[in-house]
């Protein structure tokens, strides 16, 4: 069992900066494969970016590619989501995934343990 849990979501102006954080603890938390997805009102949850446990490759949504930044501190057992040049269509709830499968996947079903969440609002 692996528990998950986001900080650093807030509210901020079309431009800026957020770093989101995901903690992760439970046996064995650090061979994982993590991501991040958000959901926005009335819309599915949509894959944002993802890091595998070993080897640090990453994957990102096309939407997010060059504005936001997965990475992993193997020490603190956390993933981080550096995201930069906010706009409005960022507005979401941001959850942190993690799934042990052998290759990085896009798919939220995919993913066994979930974080609760934590909102980021861009305003224009």
């Known amino acids: 069992q692996v528990q998950l849990q986001e900080s650093g979501g807030g509210s901020v102006q079309a431009g800026g900066s957020l770093r989101l954080s995901c903690a992760a603890s439970?046996?064995?938390?650090?061979?994982?494969?993590m991501a991040w997805f958000r959901q926005a009102p009335g819309r599915e949850r949509e894959f944002v970016a993802a890091?595998?446990?070993?080897?640090?490759?990453?994957v990102y949504a096309d939407s997010v590619k060059g504005r936001y930044t997965i990475s992993r501190d193997m020490t603190k057992n956390t993933v981080y989501l550096q995201m930069n040049s906010l706009k409005p269509e960022d507005t979401a709830v941001y959850y942190c995934?993690?799934?042990?499968?052998?290759?990085?996947?896009?798919?939220?079903?995919?993913?066994?343990?979930w974080g609760q969440g934590t909102q980021v609002t861009v305003s224009s």
């Open positions: 995934a993690a799934d042990r499968n052998a290759f990085l996947h896009t798919t939220s079903t995919v993913y066994d343990f």
């Open positions: 439970g046996r064995d938390s650090s061979m994982y494969n």
């Open positions: 890091i595998r446990w070993i080897g640090g490759r990453t």
